[in-house]
């Protein structure tokens, strides 16, 4: 009986082990997606700023666009909160 009873552990052991290592790798890939996903958002705010100031894309009559200094405030809330935004929407699961 306790022979049994200490096979059965050993036997679940690598079970345990493997799904809590596929739960660290599920966790790994959600933070690096967050990341990407807050560098394309910066990356894409910044395009979009470089569109409009070079005359490519014309959104509104304002025949002059600030530098981008003023807009960098922007990128300090976009960066950090769009992946948590995402997050609530569901984006991720």
């Not at 599920?26 to 979009?48: K, R, Y």
């Not at 600030?66 to 992946?83: D, N, Q, T």
């Amino acid at each position: 009986m306790v022979a049994n009873l200490v096979l059965h552990k050993i036997q679940a052991e690598p079970i345990v082990s493997h799904s809590l290592m596929l739960a660290r790798r599920q966790e790994i890939n959600l933070q690096l997606s967050q990341l990407a996903d807050a560098l394309i958002l910066g990356v894409v705010f910044w395009g979009c700023y470089a569109l409009r100031a070079n005359g490519i894309i014309q959104l509104d009559s304002s025949p002059e666009i600030p530098a981008f200094e003023y807009f960098l405030w922007m990128l300090a809330v976009i960066i950090p909160f769009g992946p948590f935004l995402l997050e609530l929407q569901g984006y991720y699961t």
